[in-house]
């Protein structure tokens, strides 16, 4: 005799894959707000007007802005990564394939500001506040696109201590750190000012390009990944 499964379960996985649709719509709303009008201009109730819900359903699905954000996050991050494997694999030295993933990692970005500001935005948050924010499954999500990211950084620079262009001590602490101050430096490339002393308290500004921000990033990479090697 067949046993048929229980109505209920029939019930149960349509109710979820109905949730997971609407997520996703509400994820893709999101990326398009960020996208066409910046991370600091898109509001929940912008992100839900542009589902055709309200508010209240936003928060069903989302603890808050922030895991919203964090979960966006999630997806540029998930195409980062293709970019950076693509540059990885061109590569014919250790010192190329750093140089690969770090330019990719920069024109990913200037090509995509509100990643970079919805990355900043997170990291403003410490451990203990994302974990209070942020759900555990989401947290895990967007940890595991970090991660992803980071591993190419990783193998990129193991790849070079390993075949004795680079110095490094620890390949997971300097992956963090070009993550980390990429970030950061992409600012000047959006600002293009430099703040500098003409005189003593006298200061002015001059001007720096998104090429010159990619090529000291790329330069800085090296120089830090060659370690000793460097004044050898």
Same mark, same amino acid.
């Given at each position: 005799?067949?046993?048929?499964?229980?109505?209920?379960?029939?019930?149960?996985?349509? $109710?979820?894959?109905?949730? @997971?649709?609407?997520?996703? &719509?509400? /994820?893709?709303?999101?990326? +398009?707000?960020?996208?066409? *009008?910046?991370?600091?201009?898109?509001?929940?109730?912008?992100?839900?007007?542009?589902?055709g819900?309200?508010?209240?359903?936003?928060?069903?699905?989302?603890?808050?802005?922030?895991?919203?954000?964090?979960?966006?996050l999630?997806?540029?991050?998930?195409e980062?990564?293709?970019?950076?494997?693509q540059?990885?694999?061109?590569a014919d030295?250790?010192?190329?394939?750093?140089?690969?993933?770090?330019?990719?990692?920069?024109?990913?970005?200037?090509?995509?500001?509100?990643?970079?500001?919805? $990355?900043?935005?997170?990291? @403003?948050?410490?451990?203990? &506040?994302? /974990?209070?924010?942020?759900? +555990?499954?989401?947290?895990f *999500?967007?940890?595991?696109?970090?991660?992803?990211c980071?591993?190419?950084l990783?193998?990129?620079?193991d790849?070079?201590?390993?075949?004795?262009?680079?110095?490094?001590?620890?390949?997971?602490?300097?992956?963090?750190?070009?993550?980390?101050?990429?970030?950061?430096?992409?600012?000047?490339?959006?600002?293009?000012?430099?703040?500098?002393?003409?005189?003593p308290?006298?200061?002015?500004?001059?001007?720096?390009?998104?090429?010159?921000?990619?090529?000291?990033?790329?330069?800085?990479?090296l $120089?830090?990944?060659?370690?000793?090697?460097?004044?050898?």
């Amino acid at each position: 005799m067949v046993q048929r499964a229980p109505e209920t379960d029939g019930r149960r996985s349509a $109710a979820a894959a109905r949730r @997971r649709a609407r997520e996703a &719509e509400i /994820l893709a709303a999101t990326r +398009e707000l960020f996208d066409t *009008r910046g991370v600091r201009d898109a509001q929940i109730e912008d992100i839900a007007r542009a589902v055709g819900i309200n508010r209240a359903i936003v928060y069903r699905h989302f603890t808050g802005k922030e895991e919203l954000f964090a979960l966006t996050l999630e997806g540029y991050l998930d195409e980062l990564r293709g970019d950076l494997e693509q540059a990885s694999s061109a590569a014919d030295s250790a010192e190329g394939r750093l140089a690969g993933v770090v330019g990719a990692f920069v024109d990913y970005a200037l090509a995509h500001p509100a990643f970079v500001d919805c $990355a900043q935005s997170l990291m @403003r948050n410490s451990g203990p &506040e994302l /974990l209070d924010e942020i759900s +555990e499954s989401a947290l895990f *999500r967007l940890g595991r696109g970090i991660s992803g990211c980071l591993k190419m950084l990783s193998d990129a620079l193991d790849h070079g201590v390993e075949s004795g262009a680079f110095d490094v001590a620890d390949t997971n602490l300097l992956a963090n750190t070009l993550y980390a101050s990429g970030l950061g430096a992409l600012q000047l490339a959006r600002v293009g000012i430099l703040v500098k002393e003409a005189a003593p308290g006298v200061p002015t500004v001059g001007t720096i390009s998104a090429d010159q921000v990619r090529e000291y990033l790329v330069v800085s990479a090296l $120089a830090l990944a060659r370690g000793a090697r460097a004044s050898a």
